[in-house]
């Protein structure tokens, strides 16, 4: 069974274009993440939610907006797509994070998006 | 602010060579983690150690060796008798931790192609 999952995994779409993305776990996890792979493979990280309560919020466009309606799922949406969104666009998932106890994030096979 | 810096984009040996990827990071929690992830072609994140600042052992697993060095703040990941299926881009990360969620900040990545 595979434990973080999203779709679509390819996504191509005009700019102006609305679109989400959906990522779901089934290890039991708190907390879910979404990061951003750009065409030079950095990976930043957008936001983090911990049992439906957004916890990061990193300086991102409010044209993106996650939910979260539990906490085995985390979805992006995204409004007015504009040519610098074409990423690769990562969920993950780990154990919430207790004082200073790291935690092992989880990810997603990635959606490919590319706005034309 | 935390910052993990992999000086090398990109190493090419040849099959059986030992090779040392490097990664320096910075950060002023006197408590962290540092992780590995390798990233194939096939573009999924692959979670490989998670290290806390406070066990500074060397770790091995296989052909897989990683080493910390508090004083220098590096966390070199070394695979020995490389074969072509280790060709992949290699991520080093560094965790802050956020109310029950942890941020990833990560390494540029090094680009690591072993050949036949």
């Known amino acids: 069974d595979t434990a973080v999952s999203q779709t679509p995994k390819y996504l191509v779409t005009q700019m102006g274009n609305d679109k989400s993305i959906k990522c779901e776990q089934n290890?039991?996890?708190?907390?879910m993440y979404w990061y951003k792979q750009d065409s030079k493979k950095f990976l930043k990280i957008m936001f983090s939610y911990n049992n439906k309560e957004l916890i990061i919020n990193e300086t991102v466009p409010n044209r993106f907006s996650p939910k979260s309606p539990d906490k085995a799922h985390l979805n992006l949406h995204i409004n007015s797509l504009e040519l610098g969104d074409s990423a690769v666009y990562f969920c993950?998932?780990?154990?919430?994070?207790?004082?200073?106890?790291?935690?092992?994030?989880?990810f997603g096979p990635g959606t490919r998006l590319l706005v034309l | 602010a935390q910052k993990v810096t992999q000086a090398q984009t990109e190493i090419s040996v040849v099959e059986k060579e030992d090779v040392t990827l490097d990664c320096v990071y910075e950060?002023?929690?006197?408590?962290?983690?540092l992780f590995w992830y390798k990233q194939p072609p096939s573009g999924e994140l692959v979670f490989l150690i998670r290290?806390?600042?406070?066990?500074?052992q060397n770790e091995i697993s296989g052909r897989y060796s990683w080493n910390f060095q508090k004083s220098t703040s590096s966390f070199n990941f070394t695979i020995t008798a490389s074969q072509v299926v280790d060709s992949a881009v290699y991520f080093c990360?560094?965790?802050?931790?956020?109310?029950?969620?942890?941020?990833?900040?990560f390494g540029q990545g090094t680009r690591l192609t072993i050949n036949p």
């Open positions: 290890l039991g996890h708190d907390t």
């Open positions: 993950a998932s780990s154990q919430r994070v207790a004082g200073y106890v790291g935690k092992t994030q989880y």
């Open positions: 950060t002023r929690d006197t408590t962290y983690y």
């Open positions: 990360a560094l965790s802050e931790a956020i109310r029950g969620a942890q941020k990833l900040v």
């Open positions: 290290r806390n600042s406070f066990d500074e």
